[in-house]
Structure formats: structure tokens, C-alpha cells
């Protein structure tokens, strides 16, 4: 059974700090990885999507690793802002289409 | 992508009673999906929903409890049935379009049970 895991379950930063979330998988034979953003009342939005095959995505200031022998992506966040802070999910996704997903990375940027 | 609304955003209800939320989408899909969220907790996927078919469940939920239509390729109903204060949840919409291999979310309804 797929489990997904994430750490920090949260993390307070100064404003303009780099950042490193953490997601790991317990089974390596995923078709694709999404990284969400959540916030409060306006559900999920989605910020990257690795498919087996790729090693990282990037997307502004936002970068995903995804190292799939080890079970592991990781959410790099550059020069971090109030605006950022949300909670951050990582998901697996099997080859039938469902998303499994962690709890999340709650993170609070301060100005 | 999709753009996907949810009825109703949040809602208090009493033990014993049902609640249906809808889900509309601005583009046919085929494949839509309901998540719970359980405060705390990460999303579990209830069913999956597929026009023109019966919904397939996840281990643990039952149609009984959680009755899902699905009338065209727009739409679709989960209903939260004889509801008890562990149903208080995040309930969301997701869907998957055709050849993308995103998931685009609804903003997701609260439920409060007392």
C-alpha cells in the first residue's frame, strides 16, 4: 500500500529565505508526482507535475526533484514571500489515476 | 485546465440528516473524482465517477453512505448520507481532462456535523 510522507509538518521562515520541502513514497512505482498548493476556502491549486521519467520541474521561483529509486521529491522555494504561505501537499499518483496524498507542509513566511 | 465550483462552500448540519454537494465543471471531462479531508489529515479519495457508469468506490466507503450521480460530463452529486459528527470533513471535486495528466480541484465543501 502506497504511503506518502512529508516533512516539515510545518515551518515558520523570514521573508526572502530559500526553502526545502520534503516528500517521501513508500512504493517506487509511481506514474507521476504533483506537487498543490492549499489555501483556506479556494481548495487546490496545482504548482508542479513530475512524470516517472523526469528528474525536476521547474516553475518560477519553485523547483521539484523527483528521485523515485529512493522514494523522494523534494519542493525548492527561492527568495520566499508572505504570499507563499499556504500548506504545500505532495501526491503520488498510480497508473489508475487517483492522487495519494501526504498531510502537508504548513508554511508561514513572515514579513 | 478546468475550472471547477462547488455547492455549497460550507454548511452546519444535524446528526441523521443527508447533504448533497455539487460539482460543476466548465468543460466536459471524463473522469471526476471525491476526496474527503478530515481535519488534520491528509485527502483519501471516496469514488471515483464516470459518466454513463456506477461510481467505483474506495475501501472503506460504501454507496449507501455516499451516493454518487453522475448525469452528464459537466456535472455530479456525492451525498453525504445519515451523517454523524465523523463525517465532518473537506469534501472536494477533482477531475482529470482528457489527455492531461493534472488534476484540477474545486474549492472544496466544509461540513460541520453537530
Known amino acids: 500500500k502506497q504511503e506518502v510522507t512529508q516533512i516539515p509538518a510545518a515551518l515558520s521562515v523570514p521573508e526572502g529565505e530559500n526553502l526545502v520541502l520534503n516528500c517521501s513514497f513508500t512504493?517506487?512505482?509511481?506514474?507521476?508526482l504533483q506537487w498543490f498548493r492549499q489555501d483556506p476556502g479556494k481548495g487546490l491549486t496545482s504548482l508542479l507535475l513530475?512524470?516517472?521519467?523526469?528528474r525536476e520541474q521547474t516553475s518560477g521561483r519553485l523547483n521539484a526533484s523527483l528521485d523515485k529509486s529512493s522514494g523522494r521529491s523534494t519542493l525548492y522555494i527561492a527568495a520566499s514571500q508572505p504570499g507563499d504561505s499556504a500548506t504545500y501537499l505532495c501526491?503520488?499518483?498510480?497508473?489508475?489515476?487517483?492522487?495519494?496524498f501526504g498531510k502537508g507542509t504548513k508554511l508561514s513566511v513572515k514579513p | 485546465s478546468a475550472v471547477i465550483s462547488q455547492k455549497p462552500s460550507r454548511d452546519i448540519c444535524q446528526r441523521g440528516t443527508s447533504l448533497t454537494i455539487q460539482c460543476q465543471v466548465d468543460s466536459q471531462v471524463t473522469m471526476m473524482f471525491w476526496y474527503r479531508q478530515q481535519p488534520g489529515q491528509s485527502l483519501t479519495l471516496i469514488a471515483t465517477a464516470n459518466q454513463g457508469s456506477e461510481a467505483t468506490y474506495e475501501s472503506g466507503f460504501v454507496i449507501d453512505k455516499f451516493p454518487i450521480s453522475r448525469p452528464n460530463l459537466t456535472f455530479s452529486t456525492l451525498t453525504v448520507s445519515n451523517m454523524s459528527p465523523e463525517d465532518s470533513s473537506i469534501y472536494l471535486c477533482?477531475?482529470?481532462?482528457?489527455?492531461?495528466?493534472?488534476?484540477?480541484f474545486g474549492p472544496g465543501t466544509r461540513l460541520t456535523v453537530l
Open positions: 501526491a503520488v499518483r498510480r497508473s489508475q489515476g487517483n492522487l495519494i
Open positions: 512504493d517506487s512505482a509511481i506514474y507521476n
Open positions: 477533482s477531475v482529470e481532462t482528457g489527455g492531461a495528466d493534472t488534476q484540477y
Open positions: 513530475i512524470q516517472s521519467s523526469q
